[in-house]
Structures are given as C-alpha cells and as structure tokens.
C-alpha cells in the first residue's frame, strides 16, 4: 500500500524559507515520481513539480521554478521540498503525491495513486 506523510508546514513572514518533508512506505521508491501539489482556499489543487527517483529528473511548475527546489534521500525514502522567498500568495495546504513511474503527468492530479494527509503553510506579510 502506498503511503506518503508530509510534514514540515507551519507559519512564516514573508521573504523567509520552509522545507517540507514527504516520507514514503510501501512501495518500491525508485519505480514512482513524487510529485508536490499545493491547494488554497476556494482554488483548485495546483501541481508544483516532481521528482521521479529513479531518474533524478526533476520539473517544476513555471511560477514557482528558482524559489522551490525538490530533492530526495533515497536512504530514507523521502522527499523534500525546499521554498524560499515565501509571499503570501503561497499559503495553502500542501500535499505529495505519488505517481507510478509507468504512468504520470507531473502536474495532473487524475495520475496520483497515493496522497500524503497535507500539512498547512502559512505566510504573513
């Protein structure tokens, strides 16, 4: 059974860093991508980017590409997902998301197989 946890959110000011957590079970690590969504207050769920661990190839969503940085420990079977220069348009509930490497789209939710429960961000300004 595929099971992801996502920790790490809580609140900041503007201008500073958070790096969230997404520890994994239950399935063969490198054979998935891990992907980071995040979904606001009345918006839909929107995809930031992934890593397929096999690979290490790494994508990111255009607006937040040279703020968020994901990276991997293999050994641990988690995910991170590093944000800096937070604003407040970042505040939202953020979720990693597992996709079978044999089938993803890194930004779509429909090719999720396995979400972690989400942990809140908040950004004062």
């Known amino acids: 059974e595929v099971q992801l946890q996502a920790s790490g959110g809580g609140l900041v000011q503007a201008g500073e860093s958070l790096r969230l957590s997404c520890a994994t079970s239950?399935?063969?690590?490198?054979?998935?991508?891990i992907a980071w969504f995040r979904q606001a207050p009345g918006k839909e769920r929107e995809g930031l980017g992934c890593?397929?661990?096999?690979?290490?190839?790494?994508g990111y969503l255009h607006s937040v590409a040279g703020r968020f940085t994901i990276s991997s420990d293999n050994a641990k079977s988690t995910v991170y997902l590093q944000m800096n220069s937070l604003s407040p348009e970042d505040t939202a509930i953020y979720y990693c998301?597992?996709?079978?490497?044999?089938?993803?789209?890194?930004?779509?939710?429909?090719?999720?197989?396995?979400w972690g429960q989400g942990t809140q961000v908040t950004v004062s300004s």
């Open positions: 998301a597992a996709m079978p490497l044999s089938n993803y789209e890194c930004y779509k939710p429909a090719f999720v197989t396995g």
């Open positions: 890593i397929s661990i096999g690979t290490g190839v790494v």
């Open positions: 239950g399935f063969s690590f490198s054979d998935y991508v």
